[in-house]
């Protein structure tokens, strides 16, 4: 496993009110787990959670729908200021639809990696997601969470884990909710995803260097958010 890319830490946010509101940053690449371990994280502490690449995931949906260049920075950032999606009990709803198991699908998710290098989408939600920093607290999970969105996070953390379990870690995903996909597509995905985000020119996907960096690769769930509470708590 190679060393994560490091970030230098950033500053805090110029809204002192909304830098009291403790924030937990799980960055990582696709398929490393920070989303269920946001989650579960979460729901220990009594705190919200966003899903950061739900929100590309959104914009990579609605561009492909409506044959938006993936490229097109000012159309990508116009889709974005209009978003008003709503997160209830697991379920992601745009307009009164439910888009859950639209925005999973391999080519959304394909498409959510190429609007997440362009620089004005990423501008137009950056203050979508810093809003939702309330009281009592917030997890955050995403790429960038703990360089751009919030550097000021009492705690950072880059969940990282071997590309091949990554790989199959999807496919049991993608199997148990009826979709047919195979570990080779899956790993050559995966790694040019990776490839794409650490690279990419604005908010590349690297850890913060005040980040922890946790490998869950011989880790279960449990173990991963037993140790960002420890970490947590600790404090």
């Known amino acids: 496993m190679n060393a994560a890319p490091v970030s230098p830490a950033g500053a805090a946010p110029a809204d002192s009110s909304a830098a009291q509101v403790p924030v937990i940053a799980i960055d990582g690449p696709t398929a490393s787990g920070k989303g269920t371990v946001a989650q579960r994280v979460a729901a ?7 899903d950061s690449g739900a929100l590309y995931r959104i914009v990579g949906l609605l561009a492909l729908e409506r044959d938006t260049d993936l490229d097109d920075g000012p159309r990508l950032a116009a889709l974005a200021a209009r978003l008003q999606p709503r997160f209830e009990d697991g379920q992601v709803l745009l307009d ?3 888009i859950t198991e639209a925005i999973r699908r391999e080519d959304v998710g394909r498409a959510a990696s190429r609007v997440a290098a ?5 501008a137009a939600l950056l203050a979508l997601q810093r809003q939702q920093r309330r009281p009592p607290g917030l997890v955050a999970d995403g790429r960038d ?3 751009v969105v919030f550097p000021d996070a009492c705690l950072k953390v880059y969940l990282q ?3 091949r379990v990554r790989a199959e870690r999807r496919l049991k995903q993608l199997i148990e909710k009826g979709y047919s996909a195979n570990l080779a597509d899956l790993l050559q995905t995966l790694r040019e995803r990776d490839q794409r ?13 005040d980040a922890k960096v946790l490998d869950s690769t011989t ?6 958010v037993a140790q960002v509470l420890q970490w947590y708590r600790g404090l």
């Open 44 to 50: 220990a502490l009594g705190f919200a959670c966003l």
């Open 197 to 209: 985000d650490q690279t990419r020119d604005c908010a590349p996907l690297i850890a913060a260097e």
């Open 118 to 122: 362009v620089g004005p989408l990423r």
């Open 161 to 163: 884990a071997d590309v």
């Open 219 to 224: 880790l279960t769930v449990e173990e991963v």
């Open 145 to 147: 969470m703990g360089t």
């Open 96 to 98: 009164g639809r439910d």
